[in-house]
């Protein structure tokens, strides 16, 4: 597949350290695993972390479960991204609603819970960031079990 016809997916959650990037370094061991063709990446909605690394709480958990997580530098998506990805999938609502108002016209945005499909749509991806380290498995937990759905989709745009 060419570089340009490769699906591109962006993972947003409010900072960028711990939710999105945890989605982003999932989804890439399991697009791999499946042979899917995708550039994955994350971004926050605040610039509050802008430069920092992922929190180490999720690198943990990430780890433990064979996911590589190396390389990773918090960033504030903005509207030349949402527009230029293919899929721009948020942790919750709110920042839905922020990268619409970033974005008035884009049409690529999307929930990660409503890709699984024990969830209620408009259901928030679990924020571990104040809690201990089994709020950030049960995190990961939330977003394997809607890789699947996204697989489907990124699947369905190459």
Sequence with gaps: MSNENTPSVI??????????PMAEFVAKKI?????????????????????????????????????PCSGHNAHQIDESEIMSADLVIAAEPRHLQMMKQMAPDADNLRLIRDYDPNCDPGTSLPDPWFGSTDGFQDTLDAIESAMPGIVDEVRSLA
């Design 31 to 67: 697009f791999a695993d499946e042979g899917l063709d995708a550039r994955v990446t994350s971004a926050g909605v605040s610039d509050e972390e802008h430069g920092g690394p992922m929190d180490s709480r999720a690198k943990s958990v990430l780890t433990s479960h064979g996911y």
């Design 11 to 20: 993972f947003v959650c409010w900072g960028n350290i711990c939710r999105s």
